[in-house]
């Protein structure tokens, strides 16, 4: 009986301890350890009686008292109890001194993770890569009505449902976006999370939020279902979950999603104003296929393509066909017109659609958040009207407070109007609720550049290459600061390489910057004259593959080879000036060649003068606008208009630095020139 005792708490304890090694294996839940230990201790009991009471017989148990001594096995047994009790003793030394090695290790790893070395005892002993670091997710400080809404999986048999899916999804986020009391991570940051492996906590570090919204959509004939749930992402606990599942009409749709804005609230303790119930509770339009339409234009248009807005603008007008009182089908539209205004053509018809389309949604709603960020678009886009562009973006931020795109549209506004700060605030907070976009790292960091607060300026470019290390964007914003910030051409060389062969108008002025700075002239001959049509005509400026030859065949010397290339320019210019009419865009290409042919001082200032009149007050272009002027002026050999121009720029906000100047082979000529070295001398000191 001894022997079975010794035997039961030897086992006892291996299992115990066997079970602290398992239990995060098995995701055991923590009170499984003290549940077997009551088990082992009530058992214990019942196991004595049983030794003492009974006996293990080849014919099977029987009671002791009837088992005749001379037919007893116990001997044999208690001998094969000997070993068991050895093995157990065994192993439980065994397992004691390797758990006690282990924590050993344990403590040095953690020690030596603490002091900042990566190189343990473990290491020195077995050559092995360290265990990584388990990372703390701090969540100090985070607003814990903060949301990230991951995109919804796809659940449909049919996998083209995809748009449907996230067409949902984004609804939901323009629905929470409207309720001040949340603070909602934008879509274009939520959906590199699509697939991910990532699991929540870390997702939540990643976008800075409390809480993890995910669920999944079902479409299936005349039915959907939609199931969500709301997760707290420090404690990995259920706050809120649901499964929807009724009749496929929009009217459900939109009540879905009312409720689900309802639900969190109540989750988070957060209280909905009259204004935002009624909000989250309006439905659009009572018509599935005008919905369906309306989502599926939506998918293209964020693919950002000029195919991409046709096929957007086809599917929208089909849309309002089916209803014409679905006003945010009449938004969809407007926007998709005035983005083929601004960055596919400047066709004023798009102008004027645009306003046709924004007129019938208002007459439908005349005050809702869309409403307001389409006059935006239009009065900003359209006219440059920044004073009408601030007024509606303001109201449609008061309406929607957690919508990113409202507060970068407000900051790309506010730099044009000269409102530096504002412009600073307004990105800062865009990118608070959507940190994962590159090209709006890259804006920021425009700015910042424009305010020459370079080392803010760099860090924010690194951040847009850091999203997306394959973009242009990240790489030309570097090239632009450190020319500006030091006139570092061998970077700036490196940064721009490749971007001469993109459709992009924005990556090849740089690479043609930084060629003509570095004075590789051929290099920049031959891109030049390999410029497609359509990066000829830009809406801020004109510049024409002949243009660029004039200007580099003058820079190399190559006076008459540069005037025949100037004529040439001269002579598309007349055509574009037929076509478009007064343009100061061709006012300024004009006074450009024209200086190259040998233009008298008086005709190079009155052509200059009629651009200067002419062109719009925009604070982001003004400084290039003074700097081409400049060059002109010193091509010329106007020293004093040239210095006029720069010195001013020289100063914040301006995307020009003196390091620049002395890289520019436009003003060699002017270069000796006492006010332009003395300008030269006052920036230095």
């Keep these: 009986m ?54 293990l017989t080849p014919d099977g148990i029987k009671l002791d008292k009837d088992v005749l001594r001379e037919k007893s096995i116990t001997p044999r047994t208690g001998h094969k109890l000997d070993i068991a009790i050895i093995v157990s003793i065994g192993l439980s030394l065994g397992l004691f001194i390797w758990q006690s090695r282990f924590d050993q290790k344990t403590a040095e790893y953690e020690s030596a993770v603490a002091a900042g070395s990566t190189q343990t005892a473990v290491d020195a002993e077995t050559n092995a890569e360290p265990p990584p670091a388990r990372i703390d997710y701090s969540f100090e400080g985070i607003d814990k009505n903060s949301i990230a809404v991951l995109p919804f999986a796809n659940r449909s048999a049919d996998i083209e449902d995809v748009y449907f899916t996230d067409g949902i999804h984004e609804d939901l986020l323009t629905q929470l976006s409207r309720i001040d009391a949340f603070s909602i991570i934008s879509r274009s940051s939520v959906m590199e999370y699509r697939d991910t492996t990532k699991n929540l906590r870390e997702i939540a570090h990643e976008l800075s939020v409390a809480n993890v919204l995910e669920g999944s959509i079902q479409r299936a004939g005349d039915r959907v279902r939609i199931n969500v749930q709301l997760i707290d992402a420090q404690t990995d606990e259920h706050l809120w979950a649901e499964i929807y599942d009724r009749e496929l009409t929009t009217g459900n749709l939109f009540d879905i999603q009312s409720e689900i804005a309802k639900s969190i609230a109540s989750a988070l303790k957060a209280t909905l104003t009259d204004s935002e119930l009624a909000s989250v509770g309006d ?24 195919d991409d807005y046709q096929n957007a603008i086809a599917l929208l007008k089909e849309s309002v066909a089916l209803d014409p009182s679905f006003k945010f089908a009449w938004i969809g539209l407007a926007r998709a017109h005035m983005t083929n205004y601004w960055v596919y053509g400047g066709d004023p018809a798009d102008i004027e659609l645009a306003l046709e389309a924004i007129e019938r949604a208002r007459s439908i709603d005349a005050d809702f958040a869309e409403l307001y960020m389409a006059e935006g678009f239009y009065w900003y886009w359209g006219h440059l009207d920044y004073e009408r562009a601030l007024y509606n973006l303001g109201k449609a931020i008061e309406m929607m407070p957690s919508n990113d795109d409202a507060y970068m549209w407000r900051g790309w506004v506010s730099r044009r109007a000269g409102l530096w700060e504002q412009a600073r605030e307004s990105m800062k907070q865009a990118l608070k609720l959507n940190p994962r976009v590159h090209f709006n790292w890259h804006e920021y960091a425009l700015t910042l550049m424009y ?8 860090n924010a470019a690194m951040q847009a290459r850091a999203l997306d290390p394959e973009s242009y964007w990240g790489r030309i914003t570097l090239a632009k600061i450190v020319l500006q910030e030091s006139g570092d051409l061998k970077t700036a060389t490196e940064l721009s390489s490749g971007t001469e062969n993109s459709d992009d108008f924005n990556f090849f002025e740089v690479y043609m910057q930084v060629s003509i700075l570095a004075r590789r002239y051929d290099e920049a001959l031959e891109a030049a004259r390999g410029i497609s049509d359509e990066l000829e005509i830009q809406r801020n400026q004109i510049i024409l593959r002949e243009d660029w030859a004039a200007r580099i065949l003058y820079f190399m010397g190559r006076k008459e080879e540069a005037k025949q290339a100037a004529s040439a320019a001269l002579f598309r210019l007349n055509g574009l000036r037929s076509r478009l009419g007064d343009d100061y865009r061709i006012d300024l290409a004009e006074a450009s060649v024209r200086t190259i042919q040998g233009a008298s001082a008086d005709e190079v200032r009155s052509m200059l003068q009629k651009s200067m009149a002419s062109r719009p007050i925009d604070d982001v272009e003004a400084s290039r606008f003074k700097l081409e002027y400049a060059r002109i002026f010193s091509i010329a050999g106007m020293a004093s208009e040239a210095v006029e121009m720069l010195e001013p720029i020289l100063m914040p906000p301006s995307d020009t630095s003196i390091f620049e100047l002395e890289l520019d082979p436009a003003f060699d000529g002017i270069r000796d020139d006492p006010e332009f070295v003395a300008m030269m001398e006052r920036q230095l000191q």
């Design 2 to 55: 001894l022997k079975v005792a010794i035997a039961y708490v030897v086992s006892g304890w291996i299992i115990l301890q066997l079970n602290d090694v398992f239990i995060d294996y098995f995701a055991m839940p923590e009170w499984a350890p003290r549940l077997i230990l009551l088990f082992l201790v009530i058992g214990f009991v019942p196991a004595m009686i049983l030794t003492w009471a009974f006996e």
């Design 283 to 306: 439905v659009p339009t009572e018509n599935v296929e005008a919905y369906d339409l309306y989502l599926k234009a939506r998918q293209f248009a964020q693919n950002e393509t000029l």
């Design 451 to 458: 305010l020459h607060r370079y080392e803010e300026a760099t």
